[in-house]
T-cell receptor, first 113, second 114 residues
Framework: DTAVSQTPKYLVTQMGNDKSIKCEQN?????MYWYKQDSKKFLKIMFSYNNKELIINETVPNRFSPKSPDKAHLNLHINSLELGDSAVYFC????????????FGPGTRLLVL | AQSVTQPDIHITVSEGASLELRCNYSYGATPYLFWYVQSPGQGLQLLLK??????LVQGIKGFEAEFKRSQSSFNLRKPSVHWSDAAEYFC????????????FGAGTILRVKS
């Protein structure tokens, strides 16, 4: 019964390639997020969507494009991958109203060579 | 600007000893506060959270945390540490006024010696 799932778990690719990471939640939540954890384990918000609408975009390069086909999915597409994009990317979801807790997926470990 | 400070990068405690991990925040709104734990190569697991009310909150695995508004702190405690508690611990702050995005501290790595 995985609540927040991400695919793939590992992704190794060459500089300049385009790749996508998928996220799905089965919690019925309205809001989903992408966070990036760099090599020093520092976690930072990238994007947030609420009911398929972008509500947070934290000065992320426009090579990163989130897409939400429905409120249970938030995918992350990355164009022209750079070495500095190597990181762990976490998806999270949150219920509405007073249910402010964010639940995280297992992470996608991206390595750009 | 919102910020979260975890002043201890590493902490080592003996198994069975008590533990306190420090977290201070700077936030321009009424914060929600969280502690997450990350084992090596794993995702983030929620330990506990504070939204309002009783400032001492209980979490999973025997952890508790106390919100002190006057000190802008939300320290995590455990009376007796187990070897399986070795992991990295992240304090995080969110607020409705900022779209509920979480701002994380840099993390504290806990080592447990037997």
């Amino acid at each position: 019964d995985t609540a927040v799932s991400q695919t793939p778990k590992y992704l190794v690719t060459q500089m300049g390639n385009d790749k996508s990471i998928k996220c799905e939640q089965n919690l019925g939540h309205d809001t989903m997020y992408w966070y990036k954890q760099d090599s020093k384990k520092f976690l930072k918000i990238m994007f947030s969507y609420n009911n398929k609408e972008l509500i947070i975009n934290e000065t992320v390069p426009n090579r990163f494009s989130p897409k939400s086909p429905d409120k249970a999915h938030l995918n992350l597409h990355i164009n022209s991958l750079e070495l500095g994009d190597s990181a762990v990317y976490f998806c999270a979801s949150r219920g509405g109203g007073s249910k402010e807790t964010q639940y995280f997926g297992p992470g996608t470990r991206l390595l750009v060579l | 600007a919102q910020s979260v400070t975890q002043p201890d990068i590493h902490i080592t405690v003996s198994e069975g000893a008590s533990l306190e991990l420090r977290c201070n925040y700077s936030y321009g709104a009424t914060p929600y506060l969280f502690w997450y734990v990350q084992s090596p190569g794993q995702g983030l697991q929620l330990l506990l959270k504070y939204f309002s009310g009783d400032t001492l909150v209980q979490g999973i695995k025997g952890f508790e945390a106390e919100f002190k508004r006057s000190q802008s702190s939300f320290n995590l405690r455990k009376p007796s540490v187990h070897w399986s508690d070795a992991a990295e611990y992240f304090c995080a702050v969110g607020a409705r006024e900022y779209g509920n995005k979480l701002v994380f501290g840099a993390g504290t790595i806990l080592r447990v010696k037997s």
